[in-house]
């Protein structure tokens, strides 16, 4: 296994002995074998790698079952193997086993009392191999073993701080690269205690170790750029990265006194790559080395920006002071650290040299401008707008103004400020239009760098401002977009007829993405009368084309046809007047044949009956052609009664969304197609929660093309609150079934993600409607019929929906439990009365609405604690997240939980 020659059979035969080998305990002294240095046969190097490799895993699985003596064994022989090892490979899979030794032994109380002892000697030996094997392993362990070793902490930093000096004496080494892998190892074996002692939560800790190892950093890096190391200097930055991620400003010590170096030399190595004045440590440097350093710094400002964004607003003299030494005015000198670094950081992300890096999802992808940018977004995440906005805007508003196109690097580093700033980007009219403007030109440029990045400033600009655009500029942006689909779905056309263009794809993928994005983002935010009927009809067309044409990919058509669902949706009533010639043209592609095997085609066919449904929910079954909705339920329901073997995630995703929007039309008459509807999304939801769907992509979690998985789960749970939202008392045969699995999926503590909580909350809000009064009589015939079937109902809708608005962590998924518990929780209150004459069935009701008051009450203490740990600077107990969509979840939820009281009380 270990030759890279091996013949593929030999190979195949080998890794079915190891596989059945492993299952065995015994493998793990085998494995030690093949690592002992005394072994009477010369073990092979890369041998040795590979048995270092699996040691972890084996030892790992089979530990509870060794006895003692082989427990002892194993401890003295993976010592005995990191004393030898050589090879930098080796002694890295070596400390990973010896780490995963230790915790394994912790587990079963068995001692390793020389485990300490023998690194303290090693790490202190002449020999670099055995200093670089100490620091992985020690640092490994700090790592993992979190408070286990919190009493070795302030030895471990003295150990460390003095293992990362002296770089450039070499004159007792007769291999300088061994030395400084040694040394280097130390820096992060210094990074990851900085990272266990911030976790550790111990403050006189952190205030007397963390601002040791920033400061050992600061040095580090000036030694290592004096000796023109600029691996040692990405390593440095790293490990300081990791001192000023400590969340606490005790990390610079006393009066803050590090904070300014910590900034000086981040900045420094961000813009240069190395501290100092003198560029010959740079002059025959590979680039390469450069651009990481760089982008270690840059990862360093992020981190500083993420977790001390107060201090670096706050006016400190030492700026100043050290501006006035280069002999800028006081007048002119920066008030703020953050004002000194933001001017070179907006440039190094605007830096139109470098690789644009505009990929399929985020804009933050490799490189120095790339890093640069992710350091950007979280300064916009946490400084005030008015500090942000100077920066950036003005490149791309002079554009626009000009009627020019900015360049990919200006709208880049645009596009990550405005999570953080949206609402100030579109409160100046002037400056929308321009923006606008400019977006407009680099979408049509023909530059395929200017075009993803207008995409991307126009996608998040429609998610995060979205509901300002369609308010005050929905001509302008509803005109732009019809122009960026155009382009798209051209772009997409024309790709089908490349073969094998995988750098074309990428290409248009980053364009296309970001492009519907945007659309879907827009209309979502448009009331159905606020855009012109033309600009329904411009969009639906360029769409409907998009998705008809045979030469577009299947991907590009499937977005074609999810942002046509989502136009027509928007548009409402407004899109009747292409009701018909949309239904029309989907029709026919919907039912175009395939040979067999083509499950992307027949992916896009099914994708083709949701939009279909979506079109007849938004206008009405009369303005669809004769036969057309019950075509569409019977090609749903022959989808759905396919085998998982035969069927795929996308078909029965789309099958399923076909019901839950036809519901909308239909109301009750859907109640024929019921069971089998209901039973295929029970069963779809069951294996999702059971199997933990894996999310969709994205940095936020979603994607303009779903890929079947939590999207087909997703869709179970919609379709499930549609059929009792739509359906009431015809459902009440499977009311039970539907609770309980929409229950499971929503369970804060289960497996299922995020986005398949809120869906499966949203729909719990309709779970009680079987018990729906009739309009005639005005009562509820199952509370009537069958009060202990409705009592059940309501309560336990109403505590899960409770539960998960107390427990679930997630504020998106809180807020969805408090708009649902709304409605729930007054029924709930309604049918307590109702069954006054019952007493046990109304008490429990009754404790089910207490339970909800209760939870309500927990989550406005929480928001108010949460806000005012932002209005610090904090992040709020949610980090990364604290810009303004946020805060404005936290205002929702606080908003949710006073509508649901205001109820209840």
Not at 622 to 647: I, K, M, N, Q, Y
Request: proline fraction near 5%; aromatic fraction near 2%.
């Amino acid at each position: 296994l270990a030759s890279p020659s091996i013949d593929p059979n030999a190979r195949r035969d080998a890794e079915t002995f190891v596989t059945a080998a492993s299952e065995d305990p015994a493998v793990v002294l085998a494995l030690l074998q093949h690592l002992d240095p005394g072994a009477p046969v010369p073990v092979a190097p890369e041998t040795r790698h590979l048995a270092a490799v699996l040691l972890a895993t084996a030892a790992g699985k089979h530990w509870r079952a060794l006895d003692d003596a082989s427990r002892k064994a194993t401890q003295t022989s993976v010592l005995a193997a990191l004393a030898n090892a050589e090879d930098p490979a080796t002694l890295r899979a070596l400390a990973h086993a010896a780490d995963v030794v230790a915790q394994s032994s912790t587990t079963t109380g068995t001692a390793w009392d020389d485990l300490l002892p023998s690194l303290s000697e090693a790490a202190r030996s002449p020999k670099d191999a055995h200093r670089e094997a100490a620091s992985l392993l020690l640092g490994n362990l700090v790592e993992s073993m979190g408070n286990h070793l919190k009493d070795h902490h302030r030895s471990l930093v003295d150990l460390f701080v003095e293992a990362s000096k002296d770089e450039c004496d070499t004159s007792n080494q007769t291999n300088p690269n061994t030395r400084r892998r040694a040394r280097r190892a130390a820096l992060g074996a210094l990074a990851q205690l900085a990272t266990a002692v911030g976790e550790g939560g111990d403050f006189p800790l952190v205030a007397d170790l963390a601002p040791r190892i920033l400061e050992r950093c600061l040095h580090a890096a000036v030694e290592y750029s004096s000796c023109g190391d600029l691996v040692g200097v990405a390593a440095t930055l790293r490990a300081l990265a990791a001192a000023v991620a400590v969340d606490a400003d005790a990390v610079f010590g006393h009066d803050l006194q590090l904070l300014y170096p910590a900034a000086e030399t981040t900045l420094a190595v961000a813009t240069r790559g190395y501290v100092g004045n003198d560029n010959r440590v740079v002059a025959n440097a590979d680039q390469d080395l450069i651009d990481d350093a760089r982008a270690a710094a840059f990862e360093a400002l992020e981190a500083l920006a993420s977790t001390h964004s107060g201090a670096l607003d706050e006016p400190v003299p030492s700026v100043a002071a050290a501006a006035a030494a280069t002999g800028v005015s006081a007048s002119h000198a920066p008030p703020t650290i953050a004002a000194m670094l933001l001017p070179p950081l907006c440039a190094a992300a605007r830096d139109d040299g470098a690789p644009p890096g505009f990929g399929n999802d985020d804009s933050e992808t490799v490189g120095v401008a790339a890093a640069a940018r992710a350091a950007l977004r979280q300064c916009a995440l946490r400084f005030p707008p008015s500090v942000m906005l100077p920066q950036v805007l003005g490149p791309v508003v002079e554009a626009g103004s000009l009627n020019k196109t900015p360049t990919a690097g200006a709208l880049g580093a645009f596009a990550v400020v405005i999570e953080g700033c949206a609402h100030d980007v579109a409160d100046d009219d002037a400056t929308v239009r321009h923006i606008l403007t400019a977006l407009r030109c680099g979408v049509e440029s023909g530059d395929a760098s200017t075009s993803r990045a207008a995409a991307l400033v126009l996608s998040e600009l429609t998610e995060h401002a979205g509901h300002a655009l369609a308010s005050l500029h929905a001509t302008q942006v509803a005109s732009l977009l019809v122009v960026a689909i155009r382009v798209s779905t051209d772009a997409e056309s024309r790709l089908g007829l490349i073969d094998g263009a995988n750098d074309a794809i990428d290409l248009v993928e980053g364009f296309a993405a970001p492009a519907h994005a945007a659309t879907v983002s827009f209309v979502e935010n448009c009331g159905d009368e606020e855009l012109d009927p033309e600009t329904w009809r411009a969009l639906a067309g360029s769409l409907v084309g998009g998705a008809c044409d045979e030469s577009t990919t299947s991907r590009g058509r499937a977005r074609c046809l999810g942002t046509l669902a989502a136009v027509a949706t928007a548009a409402a009533s407004q899109f009747e007047p292409y009701a018909g010639e949309t239904l029309s043209a989907l029709a026919k592609l919907a039912g175009s044949g395939t040979a067999p095997g083509e499950e992307a085609a027949d992916a896009v066919r099914a994708r083709a009956l949701a939009a279909m449904a979506a079109v007849v929910a938004a206008t009405g079954e009369h303005a669809a052609p004769a036969g057309t909705v019950d075509a569409l339920l019977d090609a749903a329901t022959r989808r759905l009664s396919e085998s998982a073997a035969t069927s795929s995630s996308t078909s029965r995703e789309c099958s399923l969304r076909v019901f839950a929007r036809l519901a909308v039309a239909l109301d009750r008459r859907l109640a024929p197609w019921l069971p089998g509807a209901t039973a295929a999304a029970i069963a779809v939801l069951e294996v999702s929660v059971g199997a933990e769907a894996a999310p969709g992509g994205g940095r936020r979690g979603r994607t303009a093309v779903t890929t079947g998985d939590i999207g087909e789960a997703i869709a179970a749970a919609e379709t499930l609150g549609a059929l009792a939202n739509m359906c009431g008392a015809a459902t009440r045969g499977t009311s039970a079934q539907v609770l309980a699995a929409l229950v499971a999926a929503a369970d804060p503590e289960g497996s299922a993600p995020p986005a398949l909580r809120i869906a499966a909350l949203r729909a719990l809000e309709f779970a009680t409607h079987p018990a729906d009064e009739d309009a005639e009589t005005g009562t509820s015939a199952m509370v009537a019929v069958a009060p202990e079937e409705a009592a059940a109902l309501f309560v336990d809708t109403t505590r899960a929906l409770a539960g998960s608005l107390a427990r679930d962590e997630a504020p998106e998924a809180a807020l969805a439990a408090a708009a649902s518990l709304e409605t729930v929780a007054e029924r709930c209150r309604g049918v307590a009365v109702a069954l006054a004459a019952a007493p046990a069935l109304s008490s429990a009701l009754t404790a089910a609405v207490a339970e909800a008051v209760q939870a309500c009450d927990a989550v406005r203490e929480g928001v108010s604690n949460c806000q005012a740990e932002l209005a610090d600077g904090g992040g709020g107990g949610h980090a990364g997240r604290d810009g303004e969509d946020t805060v404005d979840i936290f205002f929702d939820l606080e908003d949710q939980a006073k509508r649901v009281l205001a109820r209840l009380k």
